[in-house]
């Protein structure tokens, strides 16, 4: 159930939810390339340091995974965790598991 409650709380952010957003438009962006589209794109001009903040609770919940390329990190979008949500409230006389 904690991995439930990290979910919630990191898709209860409209930022968060604004950078998935991004991700799933272009996934595996750096921290700078996701701070300009959100700027650019969303007019949202939270500071680099708000941003990997924002990123670190995504990664937590299991919805954004990281991969390092030289001094880069690259910031890729993982939607399995979402399926404990369906899972959770399956729809009466649908199997969860199809």
């Known amino acids: 159930m904690e991995a439930d409650a990290d979910l919630f709380r990191a898709l209860g952010d409209a ?3 604004t950078i998935l957003d991004e991700l799933t438009e272009r996934d595996g962006q750096t ?12 007019g949202l001009s939270s500071s680099r340091q708000a941003i990997s903040q ?3 609770v995504l990664e937590q919940a ?10 880069y990190k ?3 979008i993982d939607t399995s965790p979402l399926r404990s949500i369906v899972e959770r409230w399956p729809v009466h ?6």
């Open 15 to 17: 930022t968060r939810r």
């Open 31 to 42: 921290l700078f390339e996701i701070c300009g589209r959100l700027t650019v794109r969303h």
């Open 54 to 56: 924002h990123l670190a």
């Open 62 to 71: 299991g919805l954004v995974r990281t991969r390092r390329q030289g001094r």
């Open 74 to 76: 690259f910031h890729h």
């Open 93 to 98: 006389g649908e199997d969860p598991n199809p």
